[in-house]
Nanobody, 129 residues
């Protein structure tokens, strides 16, 4: 069974960068999508972006923020979320989710609505001086 595990969260100061990782194990195919979401205390979950593997393509939500970038290390089965110029508004629990065999005909506009096969436990990011 596919299982993602996040890491890399922590406490950083405003303006700093942080790189989160989502390591995936147990997948049965190389055709999957990994998405990043975040949820701040008292707020709804927010979709950040995703990366599909076949073909390798990234998509970002309307939230799209040029400070964030998603990438994949195929050899390490890891998807990363690079976050730059962090602000206190970025404080949240960040989670990744995996779906195998995503529908590539709708992924560009509907990836954030997919029913994901598995979610990680999340990694907490706190931006504070």
């Amino acid at each position: 069974q596919v299982q993602p595990v996040e890491s890399g969260g922590g406490l950083v100061q405003p303006g700093e960068s942080l790189r989160l990782s989502c390591k995936i194990s147990g997948f049965t195919t190389d055709n999957y999508v990994v998405a990043w979401f975040r949820q701040a205390p008292g707020k709804l979950r927010e979709a950040i972006g995703c990366i599909a593997t076949t073909p390798e393509t990234t998509y970002y939500s309307g939230f799209k923020n040029d400070r964030f970038a998603i990438s994949r290390d195929k050899k390490k089965n890891t998807v990363s979320l690079q976050m730059n110029y962090l602000t206190p508004a970025d404080t949240a629990m960040y989670s990744c989710a995996v779906r195998e065999h995503p529908d590539m005909t709708i992924i560009a506009t509907r990836w954030h609505e997919f029913r994901y096969d598995a979610w990680g436990q999340g990694t907490e990011v706190t931006v504070s001086s």
